[in-house]
């Protein structure tokens, strides 16, 4: 069974760039290409054997952690790289934290980028990176999220599916107290929803 490489990519010719080089780089790989987060999403259902998701987060539409979290639940066994043109230190933690491998500069060589999917592949890269274009980027204190025990608390009873009240009935805290933890749960690890936030958590050793 062939293994296959989504790349989704709305730039048509950084999409066929990639494309070329998923099949000069990666032996027994076959790309198939989306232009958004959603198409790539419908294309994923009907995939077997991805291995390896390419991503733009600053795609039109679905994007950024919430594209991201979308592909590491529908293929979770694929290691999903982050292509961007940005290299704002806060959309690389926030893609990290989603869920992605790498954040890489779309300015990188060929070479490294090919070299860089190798390793993804092959499932060598054991912690999130950040590669500029000048090579990798410290993430600083930024990488580690701090929640108070509270928070944690209430982050596991999300994670158990309760709701706001519920948790307000069994933690004995009015649900606007809740609310609030719920929502400074969100800013702390960036996320806009309950169910990137598990994800996120989960991914973080929190939960």
Known sequence: MTASALIVEDHPLFRDALI??????LIDVTPVAANSAEEGLRLAASLQQVKLVLLDPGLPGMNGAEAICAFCR???????VAISASE????AVSALRAGAKVFVSKAVSTQTLGGLLLRVVEGKVDRPE????TGHAELGDESSTVLTPRQREILALLAQGHSNKEIGLRLSVAEITVKMHVSAIF?????????????????????
């Open 187 to 207: 800013r702390a690890l960036n996320v806009a929803n309950r169910t990137q936030a598990v994800l996120v958590a989960r991914r973080l050793a929190i939960l």
């Open 74 to 80: 529908a293929l979770p066994d694929a290691g999903l």
């Open 130 to 133: 950040w590669i500029t274009p």
């Open 20 to 25: 070329h080089l998923v099949r000069a780089t």
């Open 88 to 91: 704002d230190r806060r959309d």
